[in-house]
T-cell receptor, first 114, second 115 residues
């Protein structure tokens, strides 16, 4: 089954404790992206990657890191989480294209930073 | 910079009634427009998209949307709502001159369906 998977689905952590949220897709998509969803703000893009070893900042990259060493994986790293990073996070992937390719979303990771 | 506005935060509709969700965008060039649905506890699913051609676009689950360039709008409609349509709906825009993968989302419209 074609899908985007994220782990963990739920995470409670404390301020300053490094964490990684994994994202993996099995559709051989070039493009991958991370979003955070907050009430009243919709989804905002954190980072995206056009292909292996090619990443760039989205709208809200502060406090986050990413890497793209393999085509199928795009982990999101919070080196020193803070309470304002409490949010619902989505990973998405799509084929490379000209903006019209459908993005497929993972099920989301709900993060609480205490 | 591109932006998307969904004026209605919350809409309540009776089952069987029609539904229209509003979306207005701001973008200087030809936009690529999308509607996504998020069911409770789920990720986002694409309902439909528009990039050129016929301005009335058909999507999944009986939804359609109409692109009106003069009004900078891309409203989503469904003639008869089912209880399973209760969800949050997001309009999104991507620009052909921007990074093509960068979707700008609206804040979302929560749809409640009553019996």
């Amino acid at each position: 089954e074609a899908q985007v998977t994220q782990n963990p689905r739920y995470l409670i952590t404390v301020t300053g404790k490094k964490l990684t949220v994994t994202c993996s897709q099995n559709m051989n998509h070039e493009y991958m992206s991370w979003y955070r969803q907050d009430p009243g703000l919709g989804l905002r893009q954190i980072y995206y990657s056009m292909n292996v070893e090619v990443t760039d900042k989205g709208d809200v990259p502060e406090g986050y890191k990413v890497s793209r060493k393999e085509k199928r994986n795009f982990p999101l790293i919070l080196e020193s989480p803070s309470p304002n990073q409490t949010s619902l996070y989505f990973c998405a992937s799509s084929l490379a294209g000209d903006g019209i390719e459908t993005q497929y979303f993972g099920p989301g990771t709900r993060l609480l930073v205490l | 910079a591109q932006s998307v506005t969904q004026p209605d935060i919350h809409i309540t509709v009776s089952e069987g009634a029609s539904l229209e969700l509003r979306c207005n965008y701001s973008y200087g060039a030809t936009p690529y427009l999308f509607w996504y649905v998020q069911s409770p506890g789920q990720g986002l699913q694409l309902l439909l998209k528009y990039f050129s051609g016929d301005t009335l676009v058909q999507g999944i689950k009986g939804f359609e949307a109409e692109f009106k360039r003069s009004q900078s709008s891309f409203n989503l409609r469904k003639p008869s709502v089912h209880w399973s349509d209760a969800a949050e709906y997001f309009c999104a825009v991507a620009g052909e001159t921007d990074s093509w993968g960068k979707l700008q989302f609206g804040a979302g419209t929560q749809v409640v369906v009553t019996p």
